[in-house]
């Protein structure tokens, strides 16, 4: 475990570049259907929501917004164009 920590200080491009390439691979994963298996659908939804929830969490850490903001996040109204001065 220390080596990995090792190589990911002294090569501080390492984790975004690996966190890319994998992002890929599970992004380019078929869509299950119905011909496929449980196991296929279980590794599926497991690595999306691992990928998802990593990118979250990277993306709140550097100050943005998460992908799913919470229900007190939303506006109370939608803003018309009218309301914009359009």
């Known amino acids: 475990m220390n080596q990995i920590w090792e190589l990911i200080q002294n090569h501080p491009l390492f984790l975004p570049i690996a966190m890319f390439i994998v992002n890929m691979a599970v992004s380019n994963m078929p869509d299950p259907d119905q011909t496929s ?7 599926y939804g497991t690595l999306h929501g691992i990928i998802g929830g ?18 007190q996040a939303a506006p109370s109204k ?9």
Not at 55 to 70: L, M, Q, R, Y
Not at 78 to 86: D, N, P, V
């Open 37 to 43: 298996g449980k196991g296929y659908k279980w590794l």
């Open 54 to 71: 990593l990118g979250n969490v990277i993306f709140a850490a550097k100050g943005g917004v998460p992908a799913t903001p919470s229900p």
């Open 78 to 86: 939608s803003t018309t164009y009218s309301e914009l001065g359009r």
